[in-house]
Nanobody
Framework: QVQVVESGGGLVQPGGSLRLSCSAS????????MGWYRQAPGKQRELVAS???????YYANSVKGRCTISMDNAKNTVYLQMNSLKPEDTAVYYC??????????WGRGTQVTVSS
């Protein structure tokens, strides 16, 4: 059974930093990419950043220059370093694991709250 588990969320003041982690385990297939999405109350889930096992990255315009995504391929783990956080970054952050074969898998999410 595939498990995708996020960690690292919390409460931070505006201008602060957080590092999110996500590990995927249990699949017999090869991982292709992992990504971070977020969903704020009353809004649709949106892609924040993604990375392939070949190190190709994507960032939403709203986080470019403030966030860095990285992956430890050996551990099937992805990280999202978020700096200069703003109140509008407040959301539940979800991790998704994409495999070459079969369905994608989502984590349950971790809450990020940016507030003074």
């Amino acid at each position: 059974q595939v498990q995708v588990v996020e960690s690292g969320g919390g409460l931070v003041q505006p201008g602060g930093s957080l590092r999110l982690s996500c590990s995927a385990s249990g699949s017999i297939y090869t991982l292709y990419a992992m990504g971070w999405y977020r969903q704020a109350p009353g809004k649709q889930r949106e892609l924040v950043a993604s990375i392939t096992t070949g190190d190709h990255t994507y960032y939403a315009n709203s986080v470019k220059g403030r966030c860095t995504i990285s992956m430890d391929n050996a551990k099937n783990t992805v990280y999202l370093q978020m700096n200069s956080l703003k109140p509008e970054d407040t959301a539940v952050y979800y991790c998704k694991a994409d495999y070459y074969i079969g369905p994608d898998y989502w984590g349950r999410g971790t809450q990020v709250t940016v507030s003074s």
